[in-house]
């Protein structure tokens, strides 16, 4: 349901504004409620928002920025183009807090799809190795989540990433079909589960810290399976204490705001 804001609509209030803000004293607007169009948003405002599948983060930036009529927008984590759920922006003076929030841990609900990888990892380019999948018991994959995937794992950054190697994005690398070497990185599985499993696909929910790339745990999942893999569906669910059922729509904020202009 679409609201104005009445009052100061805080999440454990402090008593006074420091300068940076902190991120508990900033007001959090959501699907139950969304400030007035015209509202002076310059002390900062922190917008939890659920991406559309399509669209880049900055795409749900520019689309927010246009509406709250605040130039300092940005957003606190980027999802993939495909992925969907939680993304959190940050506007006026709630930009120094985008550290805070991309410190906080992620929860994902991914889709991986068994028997064939891609070179992004995921279902945005074709496969590029197929092989035969395993016959797989739920605990067998129970336990090697368990065993290489918990805790402190080491990551290589997919070609299709937005990362600096010698003064070039990855991905500039990789639409031109070149790889090249990348240093694997130290992130942490807070908590990874098998939801279902069906032969050539399973469902996992994955609580991870900053820097994860969950396409490349998908893909690092299907070698250890003795198998290719690829992230076939992503969302995010939650960052921190911020969950995507709280998350206002792109329609509703569109509603809400072009219907005032």
Known sequence: MD????????????????????????PVYDRNLLPEPGSDLSEGAVFLLDKPSGWSSFDVVKFLRVRIKTRKTGHAGTLDPLA?????????????????????????????????????QDSATQPDAQAPVPDLTQDQVRQVLTDQFSGRIRQIPPMYSALWKDGKRLYTYARKGEVVDREPREVEIHDIRLLSFHGDWLELDVLCSKGTYVRTLAHD?????????????????????????????????????????
Request: glycine fraction near 8%.
């Open 3 to 26: 609201k104005v804001a009445a009052g100061n609509p805080m999440r454990n209030p402090a008593s006074s504004m420091p300068s940076p803000p902190s991120l508990t004293s900033l």
């Open 84 to 120: 969907t759920g939680l993304l959190i922006l940050c506007a006026g003076r709630a930009t120094k807090c985008i550290s805070q929030i991309q410190e906080l841990p992620k929860r994902y609900h991914a889709r991986v799809s068994l028997g064939a990888s891609t070179p992004s």
């Open 221 to 261: 999942l299907g070698k250890t399976l003795g198998t290719r893999a690829h992230l076939a569906g992503l969302r995010r669910t939650a960052i921190g204490p911020y969950h995507a059922d709280e998350a206002a729509e792109v329609e509703q904020i569109r509603n809400f705001y072009d219907q005032m202009t």
